[in-house]
């Protein structure tokens, strides 16, 4: 990347994209590997000053603290002890951005078997629930706040952080699907509005 590219990103905005190119948009990314990954798109922005040559960690999780407040964005969501996903504003805005990245391999980090596995299931899952069945057949005021929860997987018991990446996991992975994407919209909104926190 250009010095003069580079200088149109934030380092809050520089680490979003490296948790999408690690394929946070469905799955947590860990920090060393975001480091790593960041410190490739901005070789030595991110490294110790006495010793360039290695990446400054500490930097990079205070950016991506950073990159989870709302003033920033609210680009990311910590979902673990150094882990992070991104949030629909942040996979909408690393999509977005992550053309400006001329000159730099921006291939996103391939789908593992047990990641093309889990997609598939959650897809025929998604498509063979009740909610999705009331939805094909128009009877979106018969969809029950249960089986929104079901949908998504959270319970009164899943709560907080935790709720939030299963919701957004789902978003991410399935927002742009033609099918699921008015369906996970619609259910998200009673979960958010109607059911358990």
Known sequence: MSDQSKSR??????????VFLLGGASKAAD?????KKVNELAPGRFTWRKYPEQINIKNVDAFL????????GKFVLNVGRDEWIL????????RERV???RGVDVSRKPMTAKERNWFRREHERMVASDAFTKFS?????????????SFFRVDSYVT????????LRTKNA???DPDLGPLIKLLESMITNGGNQ
């Open 99 to 101: 053309k400006d990245l």
């Open 87 to 94: 949030t629909e504003r942040g996979l909408a805005f690393a």
């Open 160 to 167: 907080g952080t935790a709720r939030e990446e299963k919701l």
């Open 9 to 18: 990103f934030a380092n809050h905005e520089l680490v979003t994209v490296a």
């Open 137 to 149: 057949s128009g009877n979106l005021d018969s969809i029950s706040i249960q089986e929104a929860q």
């Open 31 to 35: 920090l060393e590997d975001i480091a």
């Open 65 to 72: 603290w950073d990159a989870k407040k709302p003033k920033n």
């Open 174 to 176: 399935f927002g742009d």
